[in-house]
Structures are given as structure tokens and as C-alpha cells.
Nanobody
């Protein structure tokens, strides 16, 4: 069974930075995609950033492009989300997720972490 555990969330002022980590344990993927999603109170869960395990190809939501960077360390079975120039609108619970495919749709992801809260104060 695949387990994903996020960490690194917290409170930061607008313009600041945070780095989220997602540790993967159990069965790992040699192919497929790891991604970050976020969900603000009262809103739907939306795609933030994704990366393929095998090739390291990345893709981002327009709302975070140029500010966020997704990366992975296959040896450590860990995926990261570096968040810079944070805005109040980035406040949400951030989830990491995994799928054997390539998608930005939450419904395509089979495995999910528990989420970590990111709060950006203005």
C-alpha cells in the first residue's frame, strides 16, 4: 500500500516562502505522476503542480507558475513544493497525490496524503 505524508505547512506572511515535503512509503511508482493540489475553505480541490517520476517533467497551474516549483528526490522517495512570493490567495490545505497516469484532475489520482495547512497573512 502506498502512503503519502505531507509536512512543512505553517503560517507565513505575504511575500514569504515555504517548502512542502511529501514522503512516499510502501509501494513506489517507477512511472506515473506525483502532484500537489490545494483546497481552500468552501472551494473545490484544484491542481497546483505535478511531476513525473521517471522523467521529471513538470507542469503547473497558471495561478502559481513562476512562483512555485515542484521537484522530487527519487532516492529519498520525496516530492517537494517550493512556494515563493506567497499571497493570501494561496491559503489552503495542500495535498500531495499520486497516479500511474498523467493528469491534472483530482479524480485521476488514486493515492492522497492527509494534507498540510498553509496560511498566508496579508
Amino acid at each position: 500500500q502506498v502512503q503519502l505524508v505531507e509536512s512543512g505547512g505553517g503560517l507565513v506572511q505575504a511575500g514569504g516562502s515555504l517548502r512542502l515535503s511529501c514522503a512516499v512509503s510502501g509501494r513506489t511508482f517507477s512511472t506515473g505522476t506525483m502532484a500537489w493540489f490545494r483546497q481552500a475553505p468552501g472551494k473545490e480541490r484544484v491542481f497546483v503542480a505535478g511531476i513525473t517520476w521517471s522523467g521529471g517533467s513538470t507542469f503547473y497551474a497558471d495561478s502559481v507558475k513562476g512562483r512555485f516549483t515542484i521537484s522530487r528526490d527519487n532516492a529519498k522517495n520525496t516530492v517537494y513544493l517550493q512556494m515563493n512570493s506567497l499571497k493570501a490567495e494561496d491559503t489552503a490545505v495542500y495535498f500531495c497525490a499520486a497516479t500511474i497516469g498523467l493528469s491534472t484532475a483530482p479524480s485521476s489520482y488514486e493515492y492522497w496524503g492527509q494534507g498540510t495547512q498553509v496560511t498566508v497573512s496579508s
